[in-house]
């Protein structure tokens, strides 16, 4: 199964999905876009021209929030052994702050 991922280094959405992907062990092809790829060009990619796009197979998703839902759903191991001392929460959001979790990213604390 081939999988792909179009991100910009500029995107701290797309950086998060690339950060859980290594974190995971999913492997993965990375397509870095510039200024110098077409908006039509990328548009064939994702009709909403918007990073990052990750292609699992026949599945296509836009959305960094999907994306990371995704994969918590579709690629994680059961819980890590009791020595990893930084072990993957699991879940994108947190029950109990269901609501805060999903605000957009503010980028004055980038």
């Not at 052994?81 to 999903?102: F, H, I, M, N, T």
């Amino acid at each position: 199964m081939s999988r792909k991922l179009y991100f910009s280094d500029a995107s701290p959405f797309a950086r998060a999905v690339r950060i859980l992907l290594h974190e995971m062990d999913v492997p993965f092809e990375g397509d870095q876009l510039n200024a110098l790829r077409s908006a039509n060009e990328f548009a064939a990619v994702n009709p909403g021209i918007t990073i990052p796009v990750f292609d699992d197979g026949q599945l296509s998703l836009f959305d960094s929030k999907v994306i990371i839902q995704y994969l918590f759903e579709t690629y994680a191991e059961p819980t890590p052994a009791e020595s990893d001392p930084v072990p993957l929460l699991g879940v994108w959001v947190r029950p109990q702050s269901k609501w805060e979790d999903l605000k957009p990213v503010s980028y004055t604390h980038l």
